[in-house]
């Protein structure tokens, strides 16, 4: 039988300085048995996504690396990007790839937080398949507030959060320097998801925001009759969505998470995206995949844009023109695609 396989995937607050970005990858590929796929800083965002892979112990050891690295690196007191955020580590999910269940990465993360626990006094979150109840499942949700206002969090002031989501699972619950640098610190377990990021030909994010508030699956609050609110269902399934601008680049993007992919393949996110933008006579710019995708969900796209083609490569390649994904940001499939890139950096 093939070794257990798992995949780590890390969203740090620092997406600009690129020499902090590399000092705490350095850690991660100096643990014996971890494997960088991926790093991706996003200078608007002021983030960026590493993917690391190998077995479970040697996964969770480089998670803990990265997390003690970004703590000592990282200052959350200086960060301003348009990503929303509330530590260092923003998140750090553990994924099941292969001979791995989703209980095992469960427990890979609550270890992570304990160990991390033990040598640092910061605030730690568990979340996805690791939270310690249902209402702090949804990452979303237990960073509702951000950074911004997290003392006041903490600090028994006013806060959104109820006593279910308020307080980290472990670590510091009071608001000290040290806290005011790392922020709050979250680790979970969860499916992969594809982050997938649709480019708006717009300065700014008006038409971006609007597209993102349709198909996000939660949808909207719209006025009633009455005078009050009423949420309306969003258009695509099993779909996180919002618009940010990208000034660097001069457009915005409907930035989402594709939780299932087969619920919503990354074709049907782009084409819905397309229609909406025309509502608005804007254009799209080509797409974006942060981190890494499943082979299946390119194949599946190839093949909605190319009908006639049948091999792998000619359907990766139809799929990457279709979406546009080497329009604004640089797509490699052999770094992009998991199969693709774990054939060629992963050893059974």
């Not at 998140?91 to 292969?98: E, G, K, W």
């Not at 499942?137 to 989501?165: C, P």
């Not at 198909?215 to 009423?230: I, T």
């Not at 695509?236 to 992919?261: A, C, F, R, Y």
């Amino acid at each position: 039988m093939e070794s257990k396989l798992v995949e780590c995937v890390p969203n740090i607050s620092e997406g600009r300085d690129l020499e902090k970005i590399a000092r705490i990858v350095d850690v991660v590929e100096a643990i014996d048995g971890c494997t960088v796929l991926g790093v991706e800083p996003d200078h608007d965002y002021h983030r960026t996504v590493i993917t690391f892979a190998g077995e479970p112990d040697a996964v969770m050891n480089g998670a803990v690396a990265l997390i003690e690295a970004s703590i000592l690196e990282l200052d959350m007191r200086q960060h301003k990007g348009e990503h929303p955020r509330m530590g260092v580590v923003d998140v750090c999910p553990f994924v099941p790839l292969r001979n791995t269940t989703m209980e095992e990465c469960a427990d890979l993360a609550r270890q992570t937080v304990h160990i991390v626990n033990q040598r640092h006094d910061v605030p730690l979150f568990l979340y996805g398949a690791a939270a310690s109840r249902p209402e702090r499942t949804v990452l979303s949700h237990l960073r509702k507030g951000e950074y911004e206002q997290f003392q006041a969090r903490l600090s028994g002031g006013d806060t959104i959060h109820t006593d279910h989501t308020r307080m980290p699972d472990l670590g510091a619950t009071e608001w000290t320097e040290t806290v005011a640098k790392s922020g709050g610190i979250t680790v979970g377990a969860r499916p992969i998801l594809v982050a997938y990021n649709v480019n708006v030909d717009e300065r700014g994010a008006k038409v971006s925001k609007k597209i993102g508030s349709i198909v996000r699956s939660s949808g909207r609050l719209l006025k009633s009759d009455g005078g009050g609110k009423v949420r309306s269902r969003g258009m695509l399934t099993s779909v996180q969505g919002m618009g940010v601008p990208v000034d660097e680049l001069g457009i915005s993007q409907v930035s989402m998470n594709l939780l299932d992919v087969d619920a919503c393949p990354l074709h049907v996110a782009f084409k819905t995206c397309e229609s909406l933008a025309a509502d608005h006579d804007v254009s799209l710019c080509g797409s974006e995949v942060v981190g890494l995708v499943p082979l299946q969900a390119m194949l599946d796209a190839g093949l909605f844009f190319d009908p006639e083609a049948s091999d792998d490569r000619t359907l990766v390649t139809a799929a990457m023109d279709g979406l546009g994904l080497n329009h604004h940001h640089r797509f490699d499939p052999h770094e992009h695609i998991i199969e693709w890139a774990l054939n060629s950096e992963v050893k059974p």
